[in-house]
């Protein structure tokens, strides 16, 4: 080691160093060093600059030796330190002079063995977290990973790229490879109207060995009422396991249920919750109201649509469909379309391509219009075709009289004594009836109650 002895006094004994002009501290170190530099033209050469770096080994005290300061300092820390510049000189010098060693408060004395804590041997799990792993593990692989496909043309190729648009969950319904979701899972898709057949999302299917699989998601058909789609995977039978279905209709609020799904695109994602309510209305995001809905408190985040509710035995009472947020991500209320309605829906996509309703083809106002129109229960008819069944069967319009009064056509107010409120417990009531029924309508006219005998026909979506 080095050690640089300087003694102050010298300064004050040479004449050459006259400050006649005060000067900030990096002035008067770098003109310093600059006056060093110019007046040792002569004597750069001389020897004595070593023995002024160099302290004696004496165990006594260190010998300090003053030479002729006008020795080349440039030469000497430019030899030292290459293309050094003013700045690295003063950066050097109060690096030399103020940095500390770094301090260890580590312990030598002490060894690894001793410093780290015993780990216990698991016990097992409990019972209801054997469980849950048991019902996830054996529904995991019945769920999928749906990603959103839009075509769009390039504008240096004739053909067409397929850009992925969002993501949500699906389950696998049968051997065949049918898929059912959302229908605003693949919503940007399905606004192309493509042709059954045509892919409009890509599908992600788990295997047993933990690697996903990617497969064309073709159309089978989608009802946007009611918010689901059937697609179509050509895929090995060893890689689909449909998920058993249960009955919605006996839930009871407070009993326990899980979510699977893919939210934020984190794949087969697992969470746990009660059923909160039910016979809710599921706002969705087509912009349907959809009746009979599932309430839980089961963490439903985007991605997680389409995806599986599943009761405490592993059968699956619901889609997961919608929440309700003002943040985007699961506040505690998530929505789920019922299996009973998605039984009903299914199988008719499948067979169909489409859902094929009963009803009245006839046009309802909606409840904003006939509530000021003072209409507070029932469902009010605006118009009725003239060649449809209703209007054989005597049901009357809304119309204009004299001065343009408008004259209130018949108001349905009970389907087969069902009560009917208003226009979408009209449909909902008309989902468990199927083409060619006959049913019983409740009718307000003015002032009278009247029965009107009715055969529904197909309606479409």
Known sequence: MQVLVCNSSWLHSQNKFEIQKCFGRREVFLDGISSLCSNNNNNNKDSGFDSFNTVSHQPISAQRVVHDHNKDLCEVMSSRIPLTTRRM???????FLWSPQALALGDPSLTIEEVTPPVYPSQGLFSYEERIVKLFEKNTYSVVNIFDVTLRPQFNVTGVVEIPEGNGSG????????????????????SRNPKPGEVVARVNILASEGVQKNFEGKLVGADRDKDLAVLKVEASEDLLRPINVGESSVLRVGQQCLAIGNPFGFDHTLT?????????EIFSKTGVTIGGGIQTDAAINPGNSGGPLIDSKGKLVGINTAIFTQTG??????FAIPSSTVLKIVPQLIQFGKVVRAGLNVDFAPDLVANQLNVRNGALVLQVPGNSVAAKAGLRPTTRGFAGKIVLGD???AVDKKSVRNKAE?????DDYKVGDKVLLGIQRGDENLELPLTLEETTS
Do not use: C, P
């Not at 979701?181 to 399905?190: F, Q, S």
């Open 89 to 95: 000189l003063f950066a050097s010098s109060f690096v």
């Open 171 to 190: 389950v696998v319904w049968d051997g065949e490879g049918h898929i059912v979701t959302n229908y605003h899972v693949v919503g940007n898709a399905l």
């Open 272 to 280: 746990v919750g009660v059923i909160s309510g039910l016979n809710r």
């Open 329 to 334: 991500t699961s506040a505690g209320v998530g």
């Open 411 to 413: 108001i349905i107010v």
């Open 426 to 430: 009209l449909s909902k009531v008309l």
